[in-house]
């Protein structure tokens, strides 16, 4: 699936630009109520090395306005849930050896504390 994705994503925004945004280094401070929301779109778009920073826990007050948490997750790590599950938006992405870098160099990467 991501592979169509990818292709629509070229195809649109032409080669050069998709190139372009694949390769930018980004910084997510805050994976909160508005972090959850632009973490999702840069990966649907197609961002290709995003690095999440949170130092928040989730609590059970989050789960109303940040989709990206459960109820399994409250104690957890907001930076580290956020960004399992922007792999889950990208599954081509996520942990491969110790760079976090998959077969299409995408990276997601977080840090608690």
């Known amino acids: ?8 994503a070229r195809t649109l925004l032409g080669a050069e630009t ?30 290709g090395n995003i690095e999440i920073i949170d130092l928040d826990t989730i609590d059970l007050s989050n789960l109303n306005r940040q ?11 907001k930076a580290l849930v956020a960004a399992a599950f922007a792999r889950h938006f990208n599954p081509g992405s996520g942990p491969q050896g ?3 870098v998959d077969a299409k160099g995408v990276a997601i990467r977080a840090r608690h504390g």
């Open 98 to 100: 110790s760079a976090d």
């Open 18 to 47: 998709y190139s372009r945004i694949r390769s930018a280094k980004l910084l997510v401070v805050g994976a909160g109520g508005i972090g959850c929301e632009l973490l999702k779109n840069l990966v649907l778009v197609g961002f």
């Open 67 to 77: 989709f990206l948490f459960r109820k399994a997750d409250i104690k957890k790590s």
């Open 1 to 8: 699936m991501s592979g169509h994705r990818d292709t629509y």
